[in-house]
């Protein structure tokens, strides 16, 4: 069978070489504490079986924070099974059964397509990666199909006046205005603020984060 050679594979291709050639903690959006994430996530005082899910998770350390909090459903995506199979290493074995390990591409979709009502959708530096309308639309058109009526949507991405590159690829920056736009009238911005970062480096990188919920 040929290699493909779209985009798709090509983020495939670089996001697992960035999880093989740097440990997690080095990596230049890794958070020791997610706190702007662990705000939002509060404040929308979900049930403790509520249906989360974390799209281009990584190696975060925010699954095990949710974890500890008495969370468990948990479903978790990455292009990158090496970023994965990390994440699953460092998760406690008692709490693995708690979550489910999705690889997938959010821009081309296959086993994402299965999944539906899930009461939070988390996303934390990954959509500003795709740079074309496609990827775009694919993206917003995942979120609004698996979304259930009154669920929530944490978007964290760099804003307007952020960095301009990442990882070595182009990016797309956000403010609020551009995510109300794209996921459109069916819903409702909670809550936005504009948050700087600081990188494992000592980089600093901005980003806007927003915390949208469906109508019923």
Known sequence: MEKKLSQEYDFEKHWNNAYQKTT???????????????????????????????????????????LNKGYT??????????????LKNNLPISKKSQVQFIVDDLTNPTELLKLNNIDLWHDRAVLHFFTTQQQQQTYFDLIKKNISPEGYVILAEFNIEGAKKCSGL?????????????????????KSFNYTYTQPSGNKREYVYTLFQKKA
């Open 24 to 66: 997690a903690e080095n990596l230049g959006w890794y958070e020791e504490d997610p706190i702007p994430s662990m705000d939002l996530i509060t404040a929308c005082n979900l049930p403790k079986d509520a249906l989360i899910f974390n799209a281009g998770v990584g190696a975060a350390t925010l699954i095990e924070l949710l």
């Open 73 to 86: 459903k948990i479903v978790v995506n990455d292009i990158a099974e090496t970023a994965l199979d990390e």
């Open 170 to 190: 182009d990016v797309f920056n956000y403010n609020e205005e551009m995510l109300q736009e794209r996921l459109g009238s069916d819903f409702k911005l909670l």
